[in-house]
């Protein structure tokens, strides 16, 4: 079992719609969870982070976060083209942080 | 602004070379780390390093050793280098999240060095 399990996708979610991206963990011992998104060719940029059970807003993007289930999500309301792009969840635990495979998004416009 | 500098962008390396990739921050984080990102496998650690002169091996340590002499440094090395590290190589630094709430440590990447081994 990977220690940060996500579909890989392709997710594909029309313009103005949400997109829901679902992240697992293994460790119950992982104390902060992140969501980066990378476009193909570049490298990973964070857009949330999250350390509290619950729901965390910034903008159009909301993480939840529910530890004694070990999931991780990322909503992205109103999608825009420009959203299209692979997103990552990370998890860490001390000094390390892992990552998941990710998932490829496509938002049509 | 935030910067992590990888000094080779695009690398083509003959098997059994030493390669050597550069990586520089200037943002004074404590951590930082070496990444390789391949196809379906996502982004896995081969190394990091908490202060100067730390090292721990991440989770693919094999043939890939690391330097961190100064701070601000962190230095990748593949002793003879094999096919099987063709990859893209990311390297990256950490510091906690800014804001109210405790978050975790943020990880800024650079722009992450093409290498091939033929």
Same mark, same amino acid.
């Given at each position: 079992?990977?220690?940060?399990?996500?579909?890989?996708?392709?997710?594909?979610v029309?313009?103005?719609?949400?997109?829901?991206?679902?992240?697992?963990?293994?460790?119950?011992?992982?104390?902060?969870?992140?969501?980066?998104?990378?476009?193909?060719?570049?490298?990973?940029?964070?857009?949330?982070?999250?350390?509290?059970?619950?729901?965390?807003?910034?903008?159009?993007f909301t993480?939840?976060?529910?530890?004694?289930?070990?999931y991780?999500?990322?909503?992205?309301?109103?999608?825009?083209?420009?959203d299209?792009?692979?997103?990552?969840?990370?998890?860490?635990?001390?000094?390390?942080?892992?990552?998941?495979?990710?998932t490829?998004?496509?938002?049509?416009? | 602004?935030? =910067?992590?500098?990888?000094?080779?962008? @695009?690398? %083509?390396? !003959?098997t059994?070379?030493?390669? $050597?990739l550069?990586?520089?921050?200037?943002?004074?984080?404590?951590?930082?780390?070496?990444?390789r990102?391949?196809?379906?496998?996502?982004l896995?650690?081969?190394?990091?390093?908490?202060?100067v002169?730390m090292?721990? =091996?991440?989770d693919?340590?094999?043939? @890939?050793? %690391?330097? !961190?002499?100064?701070?601000?440094? $962190?230095s990748?090395?593949?002793?003879?280098?094999?096919?099987?590290?063709?990859?893209?190589?990311?390297?990256a630094?950490?510091?906690?999240?800014?804001?109210?709430?405790?978050?975790?440590?943020?990880?800024?990447?650079?722009?992450?060095?093409?290498?091939?081994?033929?």
């Open positions: 079992q990977k220690e940060v399990e996500q579909n890989s996708g392709p997710l594909s029309p313009e103005g719609a949400i997109a829901s991206l679902n992240c697992t963990y293994s460790d119950r011992g992982s104390q902060s969870f992140f969501w980066y998104r990378q476009y193909s060719g570049k490298s990973p940029e964070l857009i949330m982070s999250i350390y509290s059970n619950g729901d965390k807003e910034d903008g159009r993480a939840q976060l529910n530890k004694a289930s070990q991780v999500s990322l909503l992205i309301r109103d999608s825009q083209p420009s299209s792009a692979t997103y990552l969840c990370a998890v860490e635990r001390g000094f390390k942080t892992i990552f998941g495979a990710g490829r998004l496509f938002v049509k416009a | 602004d935030v =910067k992590v500098t990888q000094s080779s962008r @695009y690398l %083509v390396k !003959r059994g070379e030493k390669v $050597f550069e990586c520089v921050q200037d943002m004074d984080h404590e951590n930082m780390f070496w990444y990102q391949d196809p379906g496998l996502g896995r650690l081969i190394y990091f390093s908490y202060d002169k090292k721990e =091996k991440g693919i340590p094999e043939g @890939y050793s %690391v330097s !961190r002499e100064k701070k601000e440094r $962190f990748l090395i593949l002793e003879s280098a094999s096919t099987n590290q063709t990859s893209m190589y990311l390297c630094s950490s510091s906690p999240s800014s804001g109210t709430e405790f978050s975790g440590n943020t990880i800024y990447f650079g722009e992450g060095s093409w290498l091939t081994v033929v």
